[in-house]
């Protein structure tokens, strides 16, 4: 049994094939949490905890006369609020006597077998091979009777423990939340902890930065209305000398594509506290007598064996146990064009055909045709809203288009962005009241559209009803699903003035029934999320988008460090990249070689391309088929950090059984007469002989990780090896 309850010393301990969790319902009857680590056996790890009388940090009442038990130095499984643990807390409520506490103690627990659902938010599955089991503790303030009931499941052979969280007001007076997060983790000794975050900009997705913990609080989050591109609902904690081969890592992955908040406090004591969940900042939401609230769920991994064995942990859980499409497994991914970079929005019928001609030869799919093609639309000024083809552009209709499409045998995409509206469109004139904009100020400008009130069923309903029709009108294989600005004016007209700390997370709950309403009723297509590039790229959409667009910045040498990114937590699968006219200097081999450490496509204008550049990226998209096994189903490593000096960026994917490798080498500059240099060779099998390339000259598995592999350094500068490694029988 993976979870276990031991009556007498009151314990709860999770276990997975590597890791165990414990808490215990310790003095004074407080939920404290005692170790998340490498696995031990059911013992009662509460020897570790120390109590002293710590000046100026208070003591509960219960404990009387006693000054050896604070709350400000035990280690809590969820806190308590303002109830003298002055660190970083999980909640923040205002009760119905207009007191700001809460003082939750457990009063109940259940386990049971399989996974917890969230009724309203995306969660991660169990699949029909895992052996998962479901903890649930309920907290209940005894004042208020409000109660916090703590979810864990528990993925014994993925080494994952997922936590959410559900508040219940059980009292008779409504209560307001001001902060609720999902997770709260405590460690006895963070003194020598780092925090590893992904930080980025538009453009510039997921770049890594690595931070000690120092005595004060660390806050990694989003207010902008979604995950953003400026930070990623993902963190690790690790040791100071973790590398990618060693130490222990702990991630958090927040299942949420809104405001979200990560904080990291190392206390007075250098015990460090994180907690993650729902960003508060202008967060405050009611909730009446038997009113409920579910806090997103944090997948969490821990390993001592380095950022890498973290890395997989995650790609391992999120290729199978995210998203239900069967475009993860079944079906496999399809070469795609897209016509943003070819044409923008100068595009009609005639244009995209002859495209989708040019791009047969080049081994290519599926067209997606993107913005552009609807509404009055020749420029990003007007026509958001309007999900209307466009007959000015599309002349021949959009079912004669497809079928043109379809008569080459490819197949076809289309581009919307459900999320917005153009103030110069129909939609707007006709109900100004469904975008968000705070009456009497003038809304924020970004490019030059206006977001819907996605927590308005109306505006819900009319988003189902006209994409839908789209969607089953014409043959439509794939849809890329984007949103271009980030939520300023925060307000809904069809909530009371006392509600409107409640718009962000409702936008949220909105845009996930749109989606659950658009993309889980026609699951034979395939959708892509976008967000101005990768500005949204996050576990919960995950859950409905097999892939997601990693950047508007198709530039191949900023791709390294966007794909190795995104890599610590994402797998290849998820990376829409593609092959683009930026970057002239560098060889569209090369860029083949970046895009195929993704979902691999073209963003170009085909018909510009030789005959020669033609035939060139035939080969590529059919080595991409190749070695789809390896890049998508593989174990992924970086083997060198694209951030760091050096005049090589390489990665590496091998299959699970270690039969079969792609050694990818991106030359980034070189030096003058500069020294050799090697590419160490990670996850083969030692004992093993492969073949490089289909060279009958066989090297062992032990010879290519440990001497590694000599890169020829007379080439041109952006040049890219790939090395494909075959076990010999
Ligand atoms: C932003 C996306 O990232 C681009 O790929 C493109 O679809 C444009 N939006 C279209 O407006």
């Known amino acids: 049994m993976a979870i276990l309850f031991n009556e007498k010393a009151k314990t709860f301990t999770l276990h997975t094939r590597n890791t165990s969790y414990q808490m215990k319902i310790g003095s004074f009857d407080y939920l404290l949490h005692l170790y998340y680590g490498p696995c031990v056996p059911d013992e009662d790890m509460s020897y ?42 999980s909640i923040e409520v205002i009760n119905g006597d207009g007191s700001y506490c809460y003082h939750g103690k457990p009063v109940d627990y259940k386990i049971s077998q399989g996974k917890y659902k969230l009724d309203t938010l995306p969660c991660v599955f169990a699949s029909e091979t895992d052996t998962v089991h479901t903890l649930e503790v309920t907290l209940c303030d005894a004042a208020s009777n409000l109660k916090v009931i703590l979810l864990y499941s528990v993925f014994e052979e993925a080494d994952i ?61 989003s207010i902008r209305g979604s995950s953003s591109h400026q930070q990623n609902p993902f963190v690790i904690l690790c040791d100071r000398e973790a590398t990618e081969d060693y130490g222990w890592c702990y991630g958090f992955s927040l299942m949420y594509s809104g405001n979200f908040l990560a904080e990291a406090e190392l206390d007075q004591y250098d015990q460090l506290r994180l907690v993650m969940g729902i960003n508060p900042n202008s967060f405050l939401y009611e909730l009446k007598p ?6 997103p769920e944090v997948v969490m991994a821990f390993t001592c064996r380095g950022f890498t064995a973290l890395s997989h942990i995650y790609h391992d859980f999120y290729r199978t146990n995210l998203c239900r499409s069967k475009f993860v497994g079944e079906v496999k991914r399809p070469v795609l064009i897209n016509s943003w970079e070819a044409a923008f929005m100068n595009f009609d019928d ?58 080459l045998d490819m197949k076809f995409g289309i581009w919307f962005e459900p999320e917005m509206v153009s103030e110069d469109s129909d939609l707007y004139r006709a109900h100004p009241d469904w975008a968000m904009e705070i009456p009497g100020r003038h809304g924020v400008r970004s490019r030059n559209q206006l977001a819907l009130d996605m927590s308005r069923r109306d505006v819900q ?8 029709a789209i969607l089953d009108d014409a043959n439509i294989y794939y849809v890329k699903w984007d949103i271009n600005r980030s939520l300023a004016d925060i307000w809904s007209n069809s909530l009371p003035a006392g509600n409107q700390g409640e718009v962000c997370h409702r936008y949220i709950l909105g845009l996930y029934r749109v989606m659950d309403e658009i993309i889980l009723t026609h699951p034979h297509i395939l959708f892509e999320g976008c967000s101005g590039g990768g500005g949204r790229f996050d576990p919960a959409m995950l859950s409905y988008y097999p892939q997601y667009w990693v950047s508007d910045n198709n530039n191949p040498i900023d791709r390294l460090k966007l794909h190795y990114g995104t890599s610590f937590v994402y797998p290849t699968c998820t990376m829409g990249a593609h092959i683009s006219d930026s970057g002239r200097f560098v060889p569209l081999e090369t860029k083949a070689v970046v895009a195929m450490c993704g979902t691999f496509g073209y963003e170009l204008d085909a018909t510009h391309l030789s005959k020669k550049e033609q035939k060139l990226c035939k080969k590529q998209s059919d080595l991409f088929r190749k070695y789809y096994h390896i890049t998508f189903w593989g174990d992924f490593y970086r083997l060198t950090d694209p951030f760091k000096a050096g005049n090589m960026t390489a990665w590496q994917h091998v299959t699970k059984d270690k039969k079969e490798s792609l050694l990818s080498v991106v030359v ?51 040049s890219a090896f790939q090395f494909h490694l075959v076990k010999a029988d």
């Open 48 to 89: 570790q905890i120390m109590e002293y009388d710590r000046g100026f940090s208070g003591n509960p009442y219960e404990s009387r006369n006693a000054r050896t038990f604070s709350l400000d130095a035990q280690p809590q499984e969820f806190t308590t609020y303002r109830q003298g643990d002055f660190r970083i807390s």
């Open 290 to 295: 038997g009113g409920t609230f579910e806090g």
């Open 161 to 221: 423990i997922t936590r959410s969280v559900k508040v219940l007001n059980a009292g008779d007076k409504a209560v307001h939340l001001k902060k609720i997060m999902s997770v709260c983790l405590d460690f006895l000794n963070g003194a020598n902890l780092d925090l590893v975050s992904l930080p980025g900009r538009y453009g510039q997705e997921r770049q890594v930065e690595r931070q000690p913990m120092t005595h004060h609080i660390h806050s990694i989050g």
């Open 350 to 407: 005639v244009k995209l055909v002859e495209i989708a001609k040019a791009a047969k030869n080049m081994g290519v799919d599926l067209l997606v045709m993107d913005d552009g093609w609807f509404g009055k639309r020749d420029d990003d000024n007007s026509g958001l809203g309007d999900w209307y083809v466009n007959e000015n552009k599309i002349k021949c209709g959009l079912h004669r288009l497809v079928e043109q499409i379809n008569a």
């Open 668 to 718: 980034t500059s070189l030096t003058c007469n500069g020294p050799q240099e090697y590419i160490k060779a990670k996850g083969l099998d030692p004992k093993a002989m492969y073949s490089l390339n289909g060279s009958r000259e066989l090297r062992s598995g032990s010879a290519l990780m440990n001497a590694g592999i000599p890169i020829n350094r007379e080439v041109p500068e952006y």
């Open 461 to 468: 309903d009319y988003l189902i009803e006209k994409i839908n």
